[in-house]
């Protein structure tokens, strides 16, 4: 039974009622279980909540065992965003290599399994798929989190992704509306903009948007990033024009509004998270997203009493804060009645032939399978292996004539670089421990250029004159594995290669990222994605598996 605290005002609850905060620990504390009660109805879980499938079961549990509707959501992208496989990589490709063998029902396979993760752990609202169209292939925090840079093909695979998601019974959370592909600025760190007309906008970046909505997305989130053509004044999660002008009525979206993390500095850095709640809340938002950065009980009650401020000085409707809050209310009950009919999909699902695996062979030439499940990260990947297919499928390979298969362990040289937010550094990558238990004596390095973190330009101002110096005498005689990560966008890696590849002819070349340098090396492989299974089906290719 849901409980509330009694003598809380329904301002107040509604108030906490659009709050969807973070919290530290693997155990719900006391602060938040205590908000529950009072009315607080979401919770946001991050990969600090996340050790194994048994305990998010149990931790879910806890927060249900309190208010019994409440909305657990989560930042699960699959690829190289991932909460649930944190600290070992995904179990699935993310959404540029679905897009890169361009197969809707795969895309569609793949969401419903994660999805049906997802569900039997407890968590009900996931903040994906991204339908950024990523127009703009120096973005440095969209890129492989997107479908591509086709709009069709985005449109189409952000439905199916949508589609399979909810059949599974968990919400999707369309985002970063209205597209975030076209920057060039990472709104974690400033305020973007997109200086577009409003024609390129609406052909663009809202075709995928209205691909979700049709597909009945049951929630979609807002970006942090100013768009001149639809508003010139403030950013889309500020914006009546663009949330409620344009989603609401010229789109027709009936959903759940959630913004962006305010504790992102394109928004905390300009207006303030509570100035920033209540104005987006004004502007057509139903839910605040923040505790990716501040997680505690003293972001809740300042949020909370920013909104109740607002509405008893007049600078924010009570009957907007209101609608916010059942349309908050209306999702939990769509979760509810949808988890109860996921079995029956579940059930059909399984018992359907799997179209995607049987076509894996014929449209993966020249790619090795080694018939093992794909579960190999601690308990989330077991099962079903859709996405070691997905990832098998959406390998592009280049060989030069010069080329020879590894016979022996080789080395590989990790070309890093800085990891942007939204993926964050713990989740490892790469494809050195997938060789390793196919070579054993696999070695491996990590090497950088210096100078400095990244400006958010497509360059991070890095010097690698050092860098293939280090690698090469790191490898000694050994093959050379050179693994990377957007070269287009990192001089420095661009000049690293040029000098391995200039000393040892017989490098292999894995891109990770998204791959628009031109395939060099003696062998290429292009994994549109950094996932686990990205890494594994290329160490395949490698060992001739």
């Not at 107040?12 to 973070?22: E, S």
């Not at 949508?162 to 920057?183: E, M, N, R, S, Y």
Request: glycine share 12%; net charge negative.
């Amino acid at each position: 039974m849901t409980t509330l605290a009694s003598g809380t005002d329904t301002l107040t609850r509604d108030a906490l009622t659009v709050l969807q905060p973070g919290f530290t620990g693997t155990s719900a504390p006391d602060w938040l279980l205590r908000r529950l009660g009072e009315g607080l109805a979401s919770v946001g879980l991050f990969g600090r909540n996340i050790a194994s499938p048994a305990q998010l079961g149990r931790l879910t549990a806890q927060l249900r065992a309190e208010r019994d509707d409440v909305l657990v959501a989560i930042d699960e992208e699959g690829g190289d965003v991932t909460r649930l496989e944190v600290r070992t990589g995904s179990s699935f490709p993310g959404n540029h290599a679905l897009g890169a063998v361009d197969d809707i029902a795969l895309t569609r396979q793949v969401a419903f399994e994660l999805g049906r993760r997802l569900a039997e752990c407890g968590v009900n609202l996931n903040w994906a798929p991204s339908a950024d169209v990523n127009s703009n292939p120096g973005n440095p925090v969209i890129g492989v989190r997107s479908f591509g840079a086709d709009t069709d093909l985005v449109a189409r695979h952000t439905a199916a992704y949508v589609t399979g998601l909810q059949a599974a019974g968990v919400a999707a959370c369309t985002k970063h509306f209205p597209g975030h592909g076209d920057t060039a600025v990472d709104s974690h760190h400033a305020l973007p903009r997109i200086d577009v007309d409003g024609s390129v906008l609406h052909a663009r970046e809202l075709a995928p948007f209205r691909a979700a909505i049709a597909a009945g997305s049951r929630a979609v989130m807002s970006a942090h990033i100013l768009v001149p053509a639809l508003d010139p004044d403030r950013p889309a999660t500020l914006s009546r024009r663009i949330l409620t002008g344009l989603l609401r009525e010229e789109l027709g979206y009936q959903g759940l509004i959630v913004t962006d993390g305010m504790e992102m500095r394109a928004i905390a850095g300009t207006y303030g998270i509570e100035r920033g709640s209540v104005l987006a809340i004004a502007a057509g938002a139903d839910a605040i997203c923040v505790g990716g950065g501040l997680a505690d009980d003293e972001t809740v009650r300042r949020l909370r009493d920013a909104l109740v401020s607002a509405v008893r000085s007049g600078e924010l409707a009570e009957e907007r804060l209101a609608d916010a809050a059942e349309r908050v209310r209306a999702l939990a009950r769509w979760t509810a009645s949808a988890s109860a009919q996921a079995s029956a999909s579940a059930s059909v699902a399984a018992s359907a032939p799997d179209a995607a695996s049987a076509s894996a062979s014929a449209s993966a030439s020249g790619r090795a399978s080694t018939g093992m499940a794909a579960g190999t990260g601690p308990g989330f990947g077991a099962g079903h292996d859709i996405g070691l297919v997905a990832a098998r499928r959406a390998l592009t390979v280049t060989c030069s004539e010069a080329y020879e298969p590894v016979g022996e362990p080789p080395f590989v040289a990790v070309l890093t670089p800085v990891a942007n937010i939204a993926v964050g550094d713990e989740t490892p990558w790469g494809v050195a421990a997938e060789l390793a238990r196919l070579l054993p004596g696999t070695e491996t390095g990590s090497f950088a250029g210096g100078n400095g973190g990244d400006g958010g330009d497509g360059e991070d101002g890095r010097n690698g004159e050092d860098t293939a110096p280090a690698a090469l005498t790191a490898a000694g005689d050994r093959r050379i594995v050179a693994v990377v990560r957007d070269e287009h966008r990192h001089a420095w890696m661009a000049s690293a290669l040029d000098t391995l590849l200039a000393a040892r002819p017989d490098t292999i070349v894995v891109e990770m990222g998204v791959p628009q340098a031109t395939p060099r090396g003696a062998l290429h492989i292009a994994t549109h994605g950094a996932a686990r299974v990205c890494g594994r089906a290329a160490a395949e290719i490698i060992a001739g598996h």
